[in-house]
């Protein structure tokens, strides 16, 4: 076998067994089938699937207990930053306990860094922002809305200067991904909220910190509002909002 063919067949183990974890085939406290059982249903070598076992023991997913076997752990033991970890589970479906966390952490982070952003920018990072703007405002699709929303967010976290932020970012990429897709649908224009942003983004260009915090503040809890009418059944905001918003 060739040195790609076996780093693919590797790959492959660790993201089924992965995903079959994140989305509960495999719940927390269920001890996993027996090597050869689960290297059969897999169609691997048991060299493959020990060695794909060993990755997801270290990103907390399992944990090989003498006389007992290997044992899912419970998802508090799991690195939840973990950039595979996320992505399994925005592959299958958040949950909205799920949802509401990662909204949480927009909370806590977000309008800090875009008053961050409004105080240190460069006239380049802050050229980057005004370009994912752009980008957001000639999406045409909710796809095209949350690619440039993912920029716009990102190029803000850039502009703060703060490696550890960006950093954090970067982990939580493809979760935010789903997240503002799932915003974007939720509403009845999914252009809605370019106010919002446009708000961000005349106070990080004019400096002012507080007011980019609130802009971010506000932006964020009406993210927040369109998902809690999404899973309530409520009616989708109308496309006039964005008028609205834009007095």
Known sequence: MKATDARNLHGHVVRELGRRIVSGEFPPGEVLPREEALAGSLDVSRTALREALKVLSAKGLIEARPKI????????????????????????????????????????????????AATVRTAAQLAKIDSAYRMMEASRTPEEWAQADVSFHDAVLQATDNELMVSLFSVVESALGMYFALSAQSAGDFR???????????????????????????MVADSRENLHNRRQGAPKKPPRRAADDSR
């Open 192 to 218: 809605y909220s370019l106010p919002h942003h446009q708000k961000v983004l005349e106070a990080i260009r004019r400096q002012q910190p507080e007011a980019a915090r609130k802009a971010m503040q506000v």
């Open 69 to 116: 076997g290997t044992r899912v752990r419970k998802t508090e033991c799991w690195n939840q930053l973990d950039a595979d970890v996320l992505a399994w589970r925005c592959a299958s479906m958040p949950t909205d306990n799920f949802i509401e966390k990662l909204v949480q952490m927009r909370e806590i982070i977000e309008p800090a860094a875009a008053a961050a």
